[in-house]
């Protein structure tokens, strides 16, 4: 029966060039700690209850309310974009309008 290789000695990652991509790593680090921990039954009560709290229907709902929360922000976001260009639009085709029939731009029209 074949072997695999020892995995007990440290993990060597390279340093991201990011903030962003370094947090990522120290995270992906903490997260194989605490699971290397819950598997030789080391793990400390706050890590237990992390976990089994990520595992509640309240925090479910709660991560879809949040992605529900940013989907509006987004579409709340287009429209308000929309808007403006669709006033611009607008703007353009009233003086298209007044031009067409021979206003000028400062002139009001008894339309």
Do not use: C, N
């Amino acid at each position: 029966m074949k072997q695999r290789p020892s995995t007990a000695g440290p993990r060597q990652d390279r340093i991201a060039s990011t903030r962003e991509a370094r947090e990522q790593q120290m995270i992906a680090k903490a997260e194989r700690l605490a699971e290397k921990k819950l598997e030789d039954g080391t793990a400390s009560p706050q890590i237990i209850v992390h976990y089994l709290r990520l595992a509640t229907e309240k925090e479910r709902l709660d991560r879809e309310a949040l992605k529900a929360d940013v989907a509006l922000k987004e579409a709340k976001i287009e429209a308000l974009q929309s808007a403006v260009k669709i006033e611009a639009l607008y703007e353009d085709a009233m003086k298209m309008f007044r031009k067409y029939h021979g206003e000028e731009d400062g002139e009001v029209s008894d339309l």
